[in-house]
């Protein structure tokens, strides 16, 4: 779509520069070029409107890097110093009325003067606009106070929306938050569904289902944004830098990127410390049921599984493998992935039977099931 606006920019710019040179010179009453210099003034318009559309482009492609923060702010500056500018030659009228007189017989002087001054205060303004952009929240109303931690937007990168649980956290209602997924996080997501590598492929298309989930359940809103660095090449990087300029927090599965977000001070939500956050909290001594499924890392361990998904590595269970056992909780470890429960066995729990009997049973009333 830009592209054909760019292309129908430069076509009319040209012809419009063709055309009001060919004006210029028929309706001008002084001859001052010949007949035969026509088509060259005609090529010199359309050069001219040419070379005005390419820096029209440029601009555009210019601005296209600036946030709405960084814009607000050069304009800013730049009418500061135009302003400033403006005041200080209306000044010269003050002056002494010989000082004036000759300001005014040398008036090109004055306008080379004058000219020279508003680029030098333009410039100041906007470096100083620039400098100072962390104190304009009195001044500009885009740069208004940081927004408060259950209204501020969650911007989403590749690894929350790969890991899909954002859906069900916001339809629980718990987070209402508006979501922005910025275009080279979508990039990623493309190139890491395009893979090669099965698995991989099957996790980037996951992501592209949660998006279209989330983009079709009815509570929650969800933006696009073409903000983008090209001068950065970590998603990463870029993913901070537009959650400082955006004032928006980072909801990931990435451990390392939030470590590295709170040093820089960005709001970053893990969603594994959110989901470790709604777990049951450990209680030493608290007894349970717990199924060991297997075989743990030391001598005669063995690890079983709440329903939730957390691992319990259990002292002496190794002869309970594939039996169901009460066992008594001794410690947690909380690692970046979640917790990790630590527990001594009781004994085994006669009320259950053991997980190969379990299976049998579930088989046998399968085929009665069948011949009935």
């Not at 730049?78 to 009325?97: E, Q, R």
């Not at 979508?186 to 190139?191: A, N």
């Not at 099957?202 to 359940?217: I, M, V, Y």
């Not at 998904?309 to 259990?314: A, F, K, L, Q, S």
Request: hydrophobic share 45%; proline share 4%; aromatic share 8%.
């Amino acid at each position: 779509m830009f592209v054909i606006l760019r292309s129908i920019m430069l076509i009319g710019c040209t012809v419009a520069g063709a055309l009001i040179a060919a004006m210029l010179k028929y309706d001008t009453n002084a001859n001052l070029f010949p007949e035969t210099a026509t088509p060259i003034i005609i090529l010199f318009g359309a050069l001219a409107g040419l070379l005005l559309a390419i820096v029209a482009i440029l601009t555009e492609l210019f601005l296209r890097r600036l946030s709405l923060r960084h814009l607000a702010v050069i304009i800013v500056g730049l009418a500061s110093g135009a302003i400033i500018a403006w005041l200080i030659t209306k000044l010269v009228y003050l002056l002494p009325l010989y000082i004036t007189n000759y300001i005014i017989i040398h008036h090109a002087y004055f306008c080379a003067g004058t000219f020279a001054l508003y680029i030098l205060f333009v410039y100041i303004g906007i470096v100083v606009a620039i400098r100072g952009k962390d104190e304009f929240s009195i001044f500009i109303p885009y740069y208004k106070r940081k927004r408060d931690n259950s209204m501020r937007p969650i911007v989403l990168d590749t690894s929350a929306i790969i890991d899909g649980r954002v859906i069900e956290i916001y339809k629980t209602g718990f987070m209402k938050n508006k979501i922005i997924v910025p275009e080279f996080v979508l990039h990623e997501l493309q190139i890491v569904s395009d893979s090669q590598v099965p698995f991989t492929r099957s996790k980037g298309r996951r992501g592209l289902e949660t998006l279209k989930k989330l983009q079709e359940a009815p509570n929650i809103s969800i933006e696009v944004t073409n903000i983008d660095y090209p001068d950065i090449d970590e998603v990463d990087d870029k993913l901070m830098k537009l959650a400082k300029e955006i004032d928006v927090t980072i909801l990931t599965t990435d451990y390392n990127l939030q470590q590295v977000a709170r040093i820089q001070h960005i709001p970053c939500i893990n969603v594994f410390g959110l989901v470790n956050a709604l777990k049951n909290p450990f209680v030493p001594g608290e007894r349970m049921t717990v199924n060991v499924v297997k075989e743990g890392s030391e001598i005669n361990q063995g690890v079983g599984f709440l329903n939730d998904g957390t691992m319990i590595v259990i002292t002496n269970a190794r002869p309970f493998i594939g039996k169901r056992a009460e066992v008594e909780l001794t410690s947690m470890l909380q690692g970046a992935s979640g917790r990790i429960f630590f527990a001594d066995i009781v004994k085994e729990d006669k009320n259950f039977p053991s997980v190969s009997e379990e299976k049998k049973q579930n088989e046998y009333n399968g085929k009665g099931k069948k011949r009935s």
